[in-house]
């Protein structure tokens, strides 16, 4: 994928989903690669995928809000799964709600796994970014935030629970 997409940059990042089932297979092809998962509360997921028009094409096109509701909260979940079940050492994980209360931190020890130099980073980004607007985002999305008290008290269901 780099050499077609970016064959002389020196960090490449791609951010499909997809790629957490082959996980080996991209460590085999891109043996130097440094992988990261962001995570995030999975409720805030699931009210993102709700206001995300890409989510809402091909067969959720017509689901009502509810049904919307329950289809992004199954992908959030199985996406965290999938995460939390990644082999120990193979992916930097990078919190979003850590990342909104203290960004420097977070970044700093994200440069040390990309093993770039924190020296060469602009540190003043980190005064333009908001992210602690975007915690508890399910309460802005009606059909999450009654899905949410639905499974009691923000207990989000694992993939498979009946």
């Known amino acids: 994928m780099r050499a077609a997409v970016a064959p002389a940059a020196a960090l490449f990042g791609d951010k499909k989903w997809s790629y957490r089932r082959h996980l080996s297979e991209v460590q085999t092809?891109?043996?130097?690669?440094?992988?990261?998962?962001?995570?995030?509360?999975?409720?805030?997921?699931?009210?993102?995928?709700?206001?995300?028009?890409?989510?809402?094409?091909?067969?959720?096109?017509?689901?009502?809000?509810?049904?919307?509701?329950?289809?992004?909260l199954l992908v959030a979940s199985t996406a965290l799964r999938d995460v939390a079940t990644m082999p120990p050492g193979s992916v930097h994980t990078v919190s979003f709600e850590e990342m909104a209360a203290a960004p420097e931190p977070v970044v700093r020890r994200l440069l040390e796994h990309l093993e770039l130099d924190e020296a060469r980073f602009d540190w003043d980004v980190l005064e333009s970014v908001h992210y602690a607007e975007s915690v508890g985002h399910w309460r802005r999305v009606p059909a999450i935030a009654a899905l949410r008290e639905a499974h009691g008290r923000g207990r989000a269901p694992s993939p498979g629970d009946g």
């Open 29 to 72: 092809v891109l043996p130097q690669c440094r992988l990261l998962a962001a995570v995030r509360d999975v409720w805030d997921i699931a009210a993102s995928l709700c206001d995300c028009g890409w989510f809402r094409q091909g067969e959720r096109v017509h689901m009502s809000p509810e049904e919307l509701a329950d289809a992004a």
